[in-house]
């Protein structure tokens, strides 16, 4: 709605990049102010004030659209939201035509496997950020060592995302890499459960590398498909329902792995292939298979060639 045809999926990726940075963020400052002899309340009442200048700053500041609309799809949309809530009459009639399209992408094939893919994946990636240090832990490394696997995820999957947002870009291939991402993720995936090991620093830190680069990007894949595949239901409708997933499951798997976790020996000098690790495999490996499956079509894109094809015909006559 903000931007051109040309600058949309980068934009989308600089607005997702800075979720991971927020959980850097996140996991960095709450050990400086609190310690054992307190500081939750200046860290709480920080949190607080943040936020409250964040929210009076949108509400201020923050515009519901452009004046000008940057591309055809972006006006065809405001005029058919403006033209609904006139029909409608009132905000009541305005949510139900909401629900409505709510409801045409719970039945829509290739939305749902997206949303399945996706939450999993993000489900994933949200456990691993949570509790990474429970999860290597057992294998002798400390909190240090989490904290630098942690920055190894985010670090390069912020690379990752700018490369794949130039990718769609230029190629507006979504599918195609939206698989790749998720292929990918699920094997390196698989590499970084196999290589929490004792000792084994180097190796864990390049597999974490590896799979921060291909699943954050997943983000900025997964909005733009969510949005092709069921144009012309609005951004926020598609882009709310995968992020719900992705907590949902993020939650879930939080606490599922958590407490196989808890229930796991510490290793020793051995390795085992712990009941945890198998979820985590058999999730990232499930998600990767129901994207293989995902074909949705490109109906935003294709609506902007239809109207630009339209709009040079009739310049030229």
């Avoid at 939750?40 to 659209?65: C, D, G, P, R, Y």
């Avoid at 305005?94 to 039945?107: P, W």
């Avoid at 997964?222 to 719900?244: D, H, N, Q, R």
Wanted: hydrophobic share 45%; proline share 4%.
């Amino acid at each position: 709605i903000w931007f051109p045809i040309e600058e949309r999926d980068i934009a989308t990726t600089i607005a997702v990049s800075f979720n991971p940075i927020g959980c850097a963020i996140g996991t960095v400052v709450p050990p400086i102010l609190v310690s054992k002899n307190g500081g939750m309340t200046t860290l709480l009442l920080s949190e607080a004030i943040l936020q409250l200048v964040l929210f009076f700053a949108a509400i201020l500041l923050f515009a519901e659209e452009p004046r000008v609309p940057p591309s055809r799809t972006a006006f065809v949309r405001r005029e058919s939201r403006h033209l609904s809530r006139i029909e409608t009459g009132s905000e009541i009639l305005h949510a139900q035509v909401i629900g409505k399209q709510i409801q045409d992408c719970l039945k829509n094939r290739n939305f749902i496997l997206l949303v399945l893919s996706y939450g999993m994946s993000l489900g994933i990636l949200n456990a691993f950020f949570t509790i990474i240090n429970q999860i290597t832990r057992p294998a002798g490394y400390t909190d240090d060592d989490a904290g630098l696997f942690g920055f190894a995820l985010i670090a390069t999957g912020m690379v990752g995302a700018m490369l794949f947002g130039t990718l769609m870009n230029k190629i507006q291939r979504y599918n195609q890499l939206l698989k790749l991402g998720f292929v990918f993720t699920a094997a390196l995936t698989l590499l970084v459960v196999l290589e929490i090991r004792p000792n084994n620093t180097t190796m864990l830190l390049i597999c974490f590398a590896g799979a921060g680069f291909f699943s954050m990007p997943l983000s900025v894949v997964a909005f733009s498909c969510g949005v092709e595949c069921m144009y012309p239901v609005e951004e926020e409708i598609t882009t709310g329902i995968l992020m719900s997933s992705g907590q949902i499951f993020g939650i879930v798997l939080t606490l599922v792995i958590g407490w196989l976790i808890s229930i796991q020996p510490d290793y020793g000098d051995s390795y085992v292939f712990e009941k945890s690790y198998i979820v985590v495999t058999s999730i990232s490996f499930v998600a990767a298979g129901f994207s293989l499956l995902y074909n949705g079509p490109y109906k935003r894109l294709e609506n902007d060639a239809e109207s630009s094809s339209t709009f040079e015909t009739t310049s030229q006559t």
